[in-house]
């Protein structure tokens, strides 16, 4: 059996304990291979051990806190932490092929490195290059000579093939997938919905559910103010914002300008706000339950967006903007409502109104929701392309 490593980015541990898109992916897909042999590495945790076998899924994880982790992430060309960490534990390994997710630069240094020139390398980006951060990115016109690239949406892939995978020898496309088994729709928890509904004074009230980071990019302000219109036609719907402004171990509770802003704004809001704060990863399924309808109003060109296929699986029909990949996931009229204007507060409030006062287009686009990503973005599903592509590459080089 072959050997994949699946690299994670030097944020945050996988399995996902403190949050994250990218290592939920990687240990969901990692636990469905069947024709691959799975070793992850990431960094370390003091909650995890540094090497552990889960699930028949063999985990590395490097020490990167402290003085560490700030001089990589800040001088990370002249202290390579975890490049060579990772390298070490690949030349013991002796993995068959290299997927490293949203990390330009890590790829480019283990494509270098001695021992490792001659592994095919996939560099799979779950956003574009600009969403990067600043020293994350390597320098403009710079891609990263890859037997494969991966994009989290046709939309990525389509974008950077003339930028990061410019010189990438393939290109594929690999969907996000989700757990419909645990994001369970509330017409199967009734007692359930109805118990964490009251728990946050909810009752009957129609309910319009945020989840992701408080931020400006996700649109809340936007949401926040389209809910005036909103609470003038319904005066008893509830706005609530399921989140915090970052994750992480010690940065869940971080304040930021724009949530001070956003604090202010609610305090003159005529309706009711709640804001949850964060949420620990293995509840937020339940969060999903509290609400009628899901609303995310980006604003910036997002690769996918995991809560809208997280929103379909449990039932519920999304408002969402037509930026980047998320069109692929929130079809018109199938599993939601697509803004023609990304910022338009009278569209946004208009297209609330309208689904929280027709509970029949609620309750179709919900089902046709969920029986749609079971169907097509089960991790099983995903997991079989995902070593789809892997088998490709390595044929294509032999």
């Known amino acids: 059996m072959r050997t994949v490593a699946l690299i994670g980015p030097e944020l945050y541990p996988i399995p996902p304990i403190r949050g994250g898109a990218v290592e939920l992916f990687i240990e969901q897909t990692a636990a469905r291979l069947q024709r691959w042999r799975p070793v992850v590495i990431g960094p370390a945790d003091p909650d995890l051990p540094r090497h552990e076998v889960r ?12 003085w560490r982790g ?44 001695r021992g490792l020139e001659t592994v095919p390398l996939v560099l799979h980006m779950h956003n574009l290059y600009h969403s990067l951060g600043r020293r994350e990115r390597p320098a403009p016109g710079v891609s990263v000579p890859a037997a494969g690239f991966i994009g989290c949406s046709q939309f990525v892939v389509d974008r950077e093939k003339s930028g990061l995978g410019r010189d990438a020898a393939a290109y ?9 088994g645990v994001f369970g729709p509330p017409w199967e928890h009734p007692d359930q919905r109805q118990k964490l509904r009251q728990q946050y004074g909810l009752a009957e009230a129609p309910t319009v559910l945020f989840v992701g980071k408080l931020r400006e990019s996700k649109g809340v302000h936007l949401l926040l103010a389209a809910m005036a219109e909103v609470w003038s036609r319904l005066p008893q719907a509830v706005l609530v914002l399921v989140g915090g402004t970052e994750f992480g171990r010690g940065r869940t509770g971080r304040e930021t300008p724009f949530l001070q802003h956003l604090r202010r704004q609610m305090e003159t809001a005529r309706g009711r706000v709640v804001l949850t704060g964060f949420i620990p990863p293995a509840r937020i399924p339940e969060a999903y339950l509290l609400g009628d309808i899901f609303v995310g109003p980006s604003q910036i060109e997002e690769g996918l967006g995991m809560v809208f296929l997280e929103a379909a699986a449990a039932g519920l029909p999304s408002i969402a903007t037509r930026r980047g990949g998320i069109p692929e996931v929130v079809r018109e009229d199938l599993n939601g409502l697509l803004l023609q204007q990304h ?42 392309r995902q070593e789809e592509v892997y088998d490709e590459i390595v044929s294509s080089k032999q």
Do not use: C, M, T
């Open 70 to 113: 700030r001089l990589y992430r800040r001088y990370r060309q002249y202290f390579p932490f975890y490049d060579r960490q990772i390298a070490r534990i690949l030349r013991r390994v002796q993995p068959d092929l290299l997927h490293v997710h949203n990390r330009p630069l890590l790829a480019l240094s283990l494509h270098r490195r």
């Open 343 to 384: 910022d338009d507060i009278r569209e946004l409030a208009g297209k609330i109104i309208n689904l929280l006062e027709d509970q029949n287009l609620r309750w179709r686009l919900g089902k046709q929701g969920r029986a749609w990503v079971q169907e097509h973005f089960s991790w099983e599903k995903i997991a079989q």
């Open 55 to 66: 699930g028949g899924v063999e985990y590395f994880r490097i020490p990167l806190d402290g």
């Open 172 to 180: 594929f496309v690999v969907y996000n997938g989700v757990d419909a």
